[in-house]
C-alpha cells in the first residue's frame, strides 16, 4: 500500500534579504509558485499544505493551487523561530500522514523528478530521514580559518591537495527536499539524525535564493532552460 504523504510549503512574509521574496515575481509567477506547481506534480505526494501567517502569500499559495488548512501562529513566523517549528505545528494541524516533505519556496530549480527521486530513496532504503544535498562550488579542504591573522586549514591534512579530483567527495545541504517518517520526526524535531541519507541534486537545481543576486541568476537560469525547449 503506499504511504500517506504530506507535503509542507513553508513560507513567512518576513524576508531580510530580498524584501517579500516568497511572492516576488520570478520568470512570469511568484517565486512560491515554482514549488506549489512541482509539488502538485508528484505521483507520491497525497496532500501539499501551505504554513504561512501572512494573508498575501495565503491567497497567492491558493491561486495557483495550493491548500492552506490553517494559518501559522505569528509566533512561529519570527525571525528566529527554528525552521522545524512549523512544520511540527503542521503536523499537529494535519495528522494521519506517513512521511512529512518539507518544500522550500527559494528553492526554484528543484524539479518534481528530483522530489520524487527523494522520496523513492527514502523509501527504498527503509531510512527515517533523507535530506538533499549537493557538491559544493568550493572544497572544504581548500577552505581556511584566521588565527591572528595566519590562515588554518579549516581540515587538517598531511599534505595538501592541489588538485580537486584527488579531494575526496564532499556534499552540502541544498535545502531543496526534506523528507522523514512523520513519527520520528516528532520525536528527533530535525531532519538532520545520525541516521540521514543523501540524496544527491544536480548542481543545476540546487541553488537556493537568498539575496538579490541569487534572484537575478535563477531567472536567467529559467529563461536559458524555456529556450531550449
Not at 69 to 93: K, N, S, W, Y
Not at 119 to 135: H, L
Request: one cysteine or more; charged letters at 25%.
Amino acid at each position: 500500500m503506499q504511504p500517506k504523504i504530506l507535503a509542507i510549503i513553508s513560507a513567512r512574509g518576513g524576508s531580510k534579504g530580498v524584501p517579500r521574496k516568497n511572492i516576488k515575481e520570478l520568470a512570469g509567477k511568484p517565486l512560491i509558485a515554482w514549488t506549489i506547481e512541482a509539488a502538485n506534480k508528484s505521483k507520491y505526494i497525497t496532500r501539499t499544505i501551505l504554513s504561512s501567517e501572512d494573508r498575501e502569500i495565503i491567497d497567492i499559495a491558493k491561486k495557483y493551487g495550493c491548500e492552506v488548512p490553517f494559518v501559522r501562529p505569528r509566533e512561529l513566523a519570527q525571525d528566529d523561530t527554528p525552521g522545524i517549528g512549523p512544520v511540527l505545528h503542521a503536523i499537529e494541524q494535519c495528522p494521519g500522514y506517513d512521511y512529512v516533505v518539507l518544500l522550500q519556496p527559494t528553492s526554484p530549480l528543484r524539479t518534481v523528478a528530483d522530489i520524487d527521486s527523494c522520496i523513492e530513496y527514502i523509501i527504498e532504503q527503509g531510512a527515517k530521514f533523507c535530506v538533499s544535498v549537493t557538491e559544493p562550488e568550493k572544497s572544504p579542504y581548500w577552505m581556511y580559518t584566521l588565527e591572528d591573522k595566519t590562515i588554518k586549514p579549516l581540515i587538517e591534512q598531511k599534505q595538501l591537495t592541489t588538485r580537486r579530483q584527488d579531494l575526496p567527495s564532499v556534499y552540502a545541504l541544498n535545502g531543496a527536499v526534506y523528507v522523514g517518517e512523520t513519527s520520528w520526526l516528532q520525536k528527533t524535531k530535525s531532519f538532520i539524525t545520525d541516521e540521514t541519507i543523501g540524496y544527491i541534486m544536480e548542481k543545476s537545481h540546487s541553488y537556493d535564493i537568498d539575496t538579490e543576486e541569487d534572484f537575478s541568476f535563477c531567472e536567467w537560469k529559467i529563461r536559458e532552460n524555456q529556450n531550449h525547449y
